[in-house]
Every structure is written in structure tokens, then in C-alpha cells.
């Protein structure tokens, strides 16, 4: 198991930008950013491989960018974002032998 810390969001205006980072304690396959609305399940915006390469949901690859510093963090960046992209943001990390999530990122859009 490793750890994962998500930080960044809080509130932010119609239009602007969003800018979450993540922080994984030790060696990942890959870590991803998802997202989750009340009353629905979570859904996976983007992921990054220990090779680096990044593999996207076909809806969220416009507008969403997923980066790394190094091999434990991750940024996720959003531009334009739209009252609709209010929810919480999770980290997770996969290894080998797990599948970790952070305790999840609070992003309110106003309008």
C-alpha cells in the first residue's frame, strides 16, 4: 500500500483554471486522477504510466492535462472549467499489489 495525498482546488471562477497535484509514498504502475459526482460513480479523467505516457477519457482529453514532476507527482491541470465540473477529485495509484486513493480534492465551480 502507499500513501496518497491530493492537494490544490478549493473554489474557483467560471472560466478560469483548476490545478490539483498529487503525491505518491512509493513505486507506482500508474496514477491517475478521477472524479466523482454526488450519487454517482467515480470517472477516470486521465492516467500516467511509470513510462510516462498518458492515456485520457475520450470526454475529458479536450480540456483536462495530466503531467508528472517525477515518478510521484502528478498534476492535473484543467483550463476553462464550467460550473458542471464541481465534485471531489481522487488520486489513485496502482501497484503491483494495490490500488490506492487519496482522501480526495474538493473543487467548487462558481458561476
Known amino acids: 500500500q502507499v500513501q496518497v495525498v491530493e492537494s490544490g482546488g478549493g473554489l474557483v471562477q467560471a472560466g478560469g483554471s483548476l490545478n490539483l497535484s498529487c503525491v505518491v509514498s512509493g513505486s507506482t504502475i500508474s496514477i491517475g486522477w478521477y472524479r466523482q459526482v454526488p450519487g454517482k460513480g467515480r470517472e477516470l479523467i486521465a492516467l500516467?504510466?511509470?513510462?510516462?505516457?498518458a492515456h485520457y477519457s475520450e470526454s475529458m482529453k479536450e480540456r483536462f492535462t495530466i503531467s508528472r514532476a517525477n515518478a510521484n507527482t502528478v498534476y492535473l491541470r484543467a483550463k476553462t472549467v464550467k460550473p458542471g465540473d464541481t465534485c471531489v477529485y481522487y488520486c489513485?495509484?496502482?501497484?503491483?499489489?494495490?490500488?490506492?486513493w487519496g482522501q480526495g480534492a474538493q473543487v467548487t465551480v462558481s458561476s
Open positions: 489513485n495509484a496502482k501497484t503491483s499489489w494495490s490500488s490506492d
Open positions: 500516467i504510466l511509470n513510462n510516462g505516457r
